[in-house]
């Protein structure tokens, strides 16, 4: 595992040309004094369902928004060493997914900078699709951002 990034690499080396990018982040407190925020996802061969790698971190006290926008803009990076055409991200968070197809505004002004840090992150990439999933259907992600904050603070309760 890459302690300073927080992701793990399957070691394969073949070609994935077709991604799929599945994020979470959580706040227990959310924007609360002391709340404390992780980042999760996999990124996974679209064509065979392989995981290529997953990030999962604590990051410190942030928002939840916050928390899903850094966890999508560390696994793009991550996905990023891949070389890959195509990327299918996949979020529960409305919020990410709408600003970033251009839907919905971005009215807090601290996004920005996180909104533009994806869009650069995935300017590489032939094509693009960012895809809203319930909740229930980002389990693995969902679990990896809470990994995170266990371990940051093992004697918590959720």
Not at 60 to 69: D, Q
Request: with cysteine; hydrophobic share 40%.
């Amino acid at each position: 595992m890459n302690e300073q990034l927080g992701f793990e690499l399957s070691g394969a080396t073949r070609p994935h040309r077709n991604l799929a990018l599945w994020f979470d982040g959580a706040s227990r407190g959310n924007g609360q004094p002391g709340a404390r925020a992780s980042i999760g996802g996999l990124v996974r061969d679209a064509d065979t369902g392989e995981v290529l790698a997953e990030v999962s971190t604590a990051i410190g006290e942030e928002t939840n928004n916050v928390a899903e926008y850094q966890a999508l803009l560390e696994t793009v990076r991550c996905a990023n060493q891949f070389g890959a055409d195509t990327l299918r991200v996949h979020g529960d968070s409305a919020l990410v997914i709408n600003q970033l197809r251009g839907e919905w505004k971005v009215k807090a002004s601290h996004l920005h900078p996180l909104i533009r840090s994806v869009r650069d992150a995935v300017r590489g990439y032939q094509q693009v699709e960012f895809v809203h999933v319930r909740r229930e259907h980002n389990r693995e992600a969902d679990a990896l951002a809470n990994q995170a904050l266990d371990a940051a603070d093992p004697g918590a309760v959720r």
